[in-house]
């Protein structure tokens, strides 16, 4: 099933979900702790590497080996390349880890930090495609 993005709205629309859950992933990234998890900024930035790369897939590039994702939505084909022309990169550069996580310790492990990572590859582009945020994978929740 393919949704549609009104096109007037699709770099806003994009940029504003991309801030929405990285507002999400804030509050759950930055937590104190045991000294032998990765720190909270590595987790953050491994999280929205993951996030934008699905991010970019929702919103493919006509003709791009991700639009024939049926779960790729049709009508913001585009937009992720309209908000961040330089790829994923850009998208996590955009986005950085709050100041408040500096220092600071992951909860999760990087086996769980992974979970979540690869559990990101399966979140659903129908939220992001109707604009909003999509829940996170449960393996995210205490990371």
Request: proline share 6%; with cysteine; aromatic share 6%.
């Amino acid at each position: 099933m393919n949704f549609q993005l009104p096109s007037r709205a699709s770099k806003t629309r994009v940029s504003r979900t991309v801030f929405t859950t990285s507002l999400v992933a804030a509050a759950v990234t930055i937590a104190v702790g045991c000294s032998s998890n990765p720190s909270a900024t590595d987790t953050w930035n491994q999280f929205m590497n993951a996030y934008c790369s699905r991010l970019q897939a929702c919103f493919p590039d006509t003709g791009s080996s991700d639009a024939g994702d049926p779960d790729a939505g049709t009508g913001g084909a585009g937009a992720f390349s309209t908000a961040f022309p330089n790829g994923v990169s850009q998208c996590v550069t955009a986005n950085p880890a709050p100041a408040s996580a500096n220092g600071k310790v992951s909860a999760c492990s990087q086996a769980q930090v992974n979970t979540c990572l690869n559990d990101m590859k399966t979140v659903n582009c129908v939220g992001l495609v109707l604009g909003g945020a999509p829940a996170l994978p449960t393996s995210c929740n205490s990371c």
